[in-house]
């Protein structure tokens, strides 16, 4: 059952004017336009619709809030990296989302999904940029893993990995996710369970019953930065 299953649709916000006051913990998702943002989103609610998934790229222009419990919020950002996008509506993008993701105190990490076929593109890599500097975590779902063998996915995963490592000091995470065969769903309710203080009685179970069982084996899908 899915942790995120009560999230429901709060509110749309087109000027920081309007982001709720009543927010006391949020967690942001970013990604480039088709890289399956409102999958991910949809299948983290165990839902079909909650975030609309658009045949056009780049058609979410403003800050969408979901509703996860009193005071926390899922908030969908607008896609990036649509080259058909109007003037206008990028440069709305950009001064909407720089002073949200720099000065929004409630904010408690960022979620940055990547298709894995391409990862770190030069605009992933300008937005984590950006975002760095806040000091919050960043969680990267590598999306639609189910378009690669398993190989292939521990390739893109060990090389993806490595970059970040490069990065230098800073709270970074990463793992594999498909919204199509829900791989990872475990993994990134653990992960944002935890920024959003929300109780994972699954979780729990689960550490308990391995600790019962002794060590885990070494390895896995996912992997944390140190």
């Not at 076929?117 to 975590?137: A, M, S, V």
């Amino acid at each position: 059952m899915p942790l995120f299953q009560k999230a429901v649709f709060h509110t749309t916000v087109a000027h920081l004017r309007d982001l709720p006051r009543d927010s006391l913990c949020e967690v942001a998702f970013a990604g480039r336009s088709n890289a399956g943002k409102s999958s991910a989103i949809n299948t983290l609610a165990g839902r079909t619709r909650l975030a609309f998934v658009s045949k056009t790229p780049g058609r979410t222009q403003h800050l969408n809030y979901f509703t996860l419990a009193e005071g926390k919020y899922f908030v969908d950002l607008p896609g990036y990296g649509y080259a058909k996008a109007p003037e206008e509506i990028r440069s709305q993008w950009e001064g909407l989302i720089g002073p949200y993701l720099s000065k929004r105190d409630q904010l408690a990490g960022l979620v940055v999904i990547m298709d894995i076929r391409r990862p770190l593109t030069e605009l992933d890599r300008r937005l984590i940029d950006w975002f760095r500097p806040t000091g919050r975590p960043i969680h990267i779902l590598l999306s639609k893993a189910d378009k690669l063998s398993r190989q292939e996915q521990t390739k893109v995963l060990r090389e993806v990995k490595a970059e970040i490592a490069r990065w230098g000091e800073g709270q970074y995470s990463l793992q594999l996710f498909s919204s199509l065969k829900k791989t990872g769903v475990e993994e990134a309710e653990t992960v944002l369970a935890g920024w959003l203080g929300i109780e994972n009685k699954a979780r729990e179970k689960a550490l308990e019953a391995l600790e019962n069982k002794g060590p885990p084996d070494k390895g896995g899908p996912g992997a944390k930065m140190p």
